[in-house]
């Protein structure tokens, strides 16, 4: 997975590109021109310009979704938590545009999602508010870059959004304002994490295990998958201290 924000990035690949990453050791995979995918990688940090502020990192991206057609339809944050007073009132505004209407935002009349009072709100959403907001990023702390990564990877409202390690360097505050942000999303996340608190709080049953080259569904609670985990590591262990101990 790819931790860039450059919006560019998540732009729709050309053929011959979608037909060879499309390619599996089983089935395919079609992606719809359309879609929005953004993904959010543990290094997605790097991509920012730390001489910027996080009001500036967002108006840039903003402006780059522009340029693709990406209108700003709507007030308020896009993907974050808890929405504050400068994020508009739309609850609809979390929820990603339907594959079906592709130009969305862009043939309506203009919403202030990209104006300043509306940038700011989305990164308000991420608590990433007040003086923060204009404040060089390289005097923010390591949780405060990453909220200002996940805002700038939320911007575009993507349709499916895919997460890898999130919440590495993320402190507890930022951990639950993740979390928070998670469940009110209304698209499509593909979580991949190591941190438990994270997966039980956002999907505590709606797991999938990856083992032996497979993914498949674990029916059953992170609680019950970690005790599965735990009978199988101890049975192995047993199993190896017992054919050591044979020939008495």
């Given amino acids: 997975m790819s931790g ?51 009001l500036g990192a967002l108006r840039k991206v903003a402006e780059a979704l522009k340029a693709r057609g990406i209108g700003g339809g709507g007030g308020g944050g896009g993907g974050g938590g808890k929405n504050n007073s400068d994020s508009g009132n739309d609850r609809d505004s979390n929820k990603p545009q339907a594959s079906s209407s592709s130009k969305d935002a862009s043939t309506a009349a203009p919403a202030d999602r990209f104006s300043d009072q509306g940038l700011r709100g989305h990164l308000g959403s991420f608590s990433i508010s007040g003086p923060l907001a204009t404040q060089r ?72 295990v990856v083992e032996r080259g497979r993914v498949e569904r674990y029916r059953g609670s992170f609680a019950e998958y970690r005790s599965a985990l735990r009978a199988a590591a101890s049975a192995e262990k047993a199993r190896k201290g017992g054919g050591g101990g044979g020939g008495k």
Avoid: C
């Avoid at 999303?185 to 797991?207: F, K, M, R, T």
């Fill in 4 to 54: 860039r924000l450059d919006p560019e990035a998540d732009a729709a690949p050309s053929s011959a590109a979608a037909k060879k990453a499309s390619r599996g050791d089983g089935g395919r995979v079609e992606r719809s021109s359309a879609a929005r995918v953004t993904t959010f990688a543990q290094h997605a940090v790097d991509g920012l310009d730390v001489a910027s502020t996080p």
């Fill in 137 to 208: 990023i390289y005097t923010l702390s390591g949780g405060q870059k990453v909220r200002v990564a996940l805002a700038a990877a939320t911007l575009a409202r993507p349709h499916l959004l895919l997460l890898d390690e999130p919440s590495n360097f993320l402190d507890m505050a930022s951990v639950d304002a993740l979390i928070s942000g998670l469940r009110g999303y209304e698209g499509a996340v593909v979580l991949i994490s190591h941190d438990a608190y994270l997966l039980q709080a956002v999907a505590p049953d709606a797991l999938w």
